[in-house]
């Protein structure tokens, strides 16, 4: 037997066992008449016990060995002199009569501790050795546990557990594809799926009713902080329900890991049309542990001869509760922000009310002080408020001011990653118009449905952009964790719908055929969403990087910096795949 134990479950009771366990040296010390080594496995860590007077040899053999050898020990478990009340093995040690080295092992590249010396691309590079520490092995841990979670629930709910394939064909619409060359058929290639959209729809055709997959995804997007090339998804597709019907279902799986993994109850999540969270909140996924909501002032904000204000489509604000006290420097601070280049905003205009009841503002030329009162009953702010304004178009201004709202409630401490507040987003727009290509694109996918009510403005196009579709997000803390809709199960609205994204029939046919032929006999009604697992993971573990949960993740620029992918291929390969990387390079 390789061992008895492991290295994370000894105590006082089994005082007197006889014990074999193996495990790798954390640390050593020798302190002359006693050797000590805390041998580490998945588990734990025990310490092993050498006594230089009852057994000089094997002591001398503890001595010499170096950290990260693997060992195996045989020893009797004895209570320690010095307790360690930290770790649950803290109370014994293994009095070694038997040592093996099983494996040698170079001094490793950082320290194997919960905080490492290691920079982020040293331990990259080596993961495998930062996956022995405790912080990396929990991430995985809890990732294992959430999967399990979801696959049982699911299961529990009749949801069945099907694959689908890796090699698909590649589609343009959404982002870009990965794909992978055909050996067998020249010049022909496979797509990595983006996600498993046409597929899991066509489980639905197939009479499946309820689908789910833990599932690989690959997007080749330029990285932004915090995305992965290839990431995973709990995708899922019911038949024959309403929206209602599948918000309540996830709403559950969302509450059953709330409730298993954080001890957190909830009520009802809150609902929000996408309309009003832009407005309110100006973003799509609005973090609501804290309010200061958005405050309109159009009305009270014009014709008071600020010209900035005069002309804007949009004046728009927040109340920093208790912040009146905010020094020149910190306003400065705060015009800065909202200025950089990824803000975006001209300026920031600030009306303090004092504990006295006065005024005090950037605008006092502009605005009497009855007119900042206006401006401050508008907010019902209090003496001891901070208003803090932007202006210009009314979007943009609105996502500007988003990243002040998230900025203030940083500075003031109310996005405590141990509260956690969840929302649905509905109602979203069904197109989205796209500057550069001067069309139209589903803002979630082609295959989403429009709202019923909203179905006539497909036949009206200046009026694409006021659809509102059957999608939904499930936001928590400021963080899509998941998307999803109702979808299109009726071929001639599948088809018009192809019809707004610039498709003439052919081209649709050619890209979406299968699944348009699927529709053609007995498309069920069905809606489905899909979560992201690597950021619900992170949220769960109160991380901020989807990497952190990922074992073997890659870097910003796509690469693994481990295995040195992505990496040349040999010619005979290119050859064997008719592939002429100078030509491909030149084009
Ligand atoms: N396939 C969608 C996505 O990857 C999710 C869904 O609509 O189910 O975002």
């Known amino acids: 037997m390789y061992r008895t134990n492991t290295c994370g479950e000894l105590t ?19 302190l002359g008449g006693m050797t ?11 310490q092993l016990a050498f006594n230089m007077e ?3 040899e094997l002591c001398e053999k503890a001595r010499k060995l170096g950290r990260e050898y693997v060992l195996q020990a045989k020893g009797t478990v004895i209570e320690r002199a010095s307790k360690n009340s930290k770790i649950p093995t803290g109370e014994i040690e293994i009095e070694v009569h038997e040592l093996n080295i099983l494996n040698k092992s170079k001094n490793p590249p950082f320290t194997i501790e919960d905080k490492s010396d290691g920079g982020d691309d040293l331990r990259m590079r080596y993961r495998y050795l930062d996956i022995r520490r405790n912080p990396v092995r929990r991430n995985l841990e809890l990732r294992h546990r959430m999967a399990m979670l979801v696959r049982n629930y699911l299961s529990g709910k009749d949801f069945l557990e099907i694959e689908t394939p890796m090699l698909i064909k590649s589609t343009p619409e959404g982002a870009r594809d990965f794909v992978v060359p055909s050996r067998m058929n020249p010049g022909e290639f496979y797509a990595l799926p983006q996600s498993p959209q046409q597929y899991k729809q066509l489980l639905m055709v197939a009479g499946m009713d309820r689908y789910f997959q833990i599932v690989r995804c690959f997007r080749d997007e330029d990285l932004r902080a915090d995305r992965q090339p290839e990431f995973t998804q709990i995708d899922c597709e019911m038949s024959f329900v309403h929206q209602e019907d599948v918000l309540n279902m996830f709403e559950g799986l969302a509450k059953h890991l709330f409730h298993e993994v954080k001890g957190l109850d909830f009520d009802k999540f809150p609902r929000i ?7 309110r909140y100006g973003s799509d996924k609005p973090d609501i542990r804290f309010g200061m909501e958005f405050v309109e002032l159009n009305d009270v904000a014009k014709g008071n001869g600020f010209a900035l204000f005069d002309n804007a489509e949009l004046v728009v604000g927040i109340c920093a509760k208790g912040c009146a006290e905010y020094t020149r420097k910190q306003l400065d601070a705060l015009t ?12 920031l205009v600030y009306i303090k009310y004092n504990s006295d009841g006065t005024f ?11 007119q900042q009162k206006a401006v401050a009953d508008r907010f019902g702010a209090e003496p ?4 803090l304004i932007l202006c210009g178009p009314a979007m943009k201004t609105r996502m500007q001011l988003c990243a002040l709202r998230l900025e203030m409630g940083d500075q003031l401490g109310l996005r405590n990653p141990d509260v956690y507040a969840p929302l649905w987003v509905i109602d979203f727009p069904l197109l989205e118009w796209d500057e550069e290509t001067q069309r139209y694109y589903a803002m979630h996918h082609p295959f989403t449905s429009p709202k019923p009510e909203d179905q006539s403005l497909l ?5 694409w952009g006021d659809i509102r579709a059957d999608a939904y997000d499930i936001v928590i803390n400021g963080v899509e964790v998941g998307g999803g809709s109702i979808r299109i199960h009726d071929r001639e609205l599948q088809n018009k719908m192809f019809h707004t994204l610039g498709f003439t029939d052919e081209k649709a046919y050619e890209q979406f055929g299968f699944l348009m032929d699927a529709f053609t006999y007995g498309a069920p009604p069905h809606a489905g969403l899909a979560f992201g697992f690597d950021r619900l993971c992170s949220l769960f573990g109160g991380a901020d990087s989807i990497r952190d949960f990922i074992a073997f993740p890659k870097n910003n620029s796509g690469r693994d910096v481990m295995s040195g992918s992505p990496a040349p291929i040999s010619q005979e390969q290119l050859d064997e795949l008719m592939i002429d990387v100078k030509q491909t390079a030149k084009q």
């Open 36 to 46: 000590f080594i805390d041998l580490r496995d998945r588990y734990g860590i025990t």
């Open 336 to 347: 800065d922000f909202v200025k950089r280049p990824q803000v975006g905003a001209g300026g």
């Open 273 to 279: 049309t996408w309309h009003d969270a832009m407005r």
């Open 459 to 463: 036949d009206d196009e200046s009026r």
């Open 12 to 30: 006082l009771k089994n005082k007197g066992q006889e014990v074999t366990l193996c495990g790798w040296l954390q640390r050593s010390r020798d």
């Open 54 to 56: 009852t057994n000089p």
């Open 360 to 370: 005090k503002s950037s605008i006092d030329k502009f605005f009497s002080q009855e």
């Open 384 to 387: 001891g408020d901070l208003m």
